[in-house]
């Protein structure tokens, strides 16, 4: 898969790089990514691109990527097989924003800032 040549440039390859959402949980669930499917693509894509941000939501406030929580997250993701050896094709996604909670409506200003944007010039 990932040594197909461009339409446009035969001499440039495309890559493919799959995108990985984190889990949430502290153990896998049957739905999450995990070691065991990393190795079964790891022959088929140039790389992963793993999402270690959005820990918080509007009904559970807190920082956006938590270094401790990121740390766990890809221990998670290489278990202790042979997936470990693999941990060179994952980019890991580090978010350079931050979201600001109104916990008592349990909304997300930017959400509320987005809809007023709507509502009057729209």
Request: charged share 15%; glycine share 8%.
């Amino acid at each position: 898969m990932h040594s197909v040549s461009s339409s446009r440039n035969g001499k440039q390859y495309l890559q493919l790089v799959y995108v990985i959402g984190p889990p949430y949980a502290e153990k896998l669930q049957p739905h999450d990514f995990g070691p065991e499917d990393l190795q079964s693509l790891s022959d088929d894509v140039d790389g992963f691109s793993f999402m270690t941000y959005d820990f918080s939501s509007p009904h559970n406030p807190g920082p956006n990527a938590p270094l401790k929580w990121i740390r766990f997250t890809l221990q998670i993701l290489l278990g202790n097989s042979g997936a470990r050896a693999l941990a060179k094709k994952i980019f890991l996604g580090i978010n350079f924003y931050g979201n600001d909670f109104v916990i008592s409506e349990g909304t997300s200003l930017y959400f509320s800032f987005i809809y007023l944007l709507h509502v009057f010039f729209l």
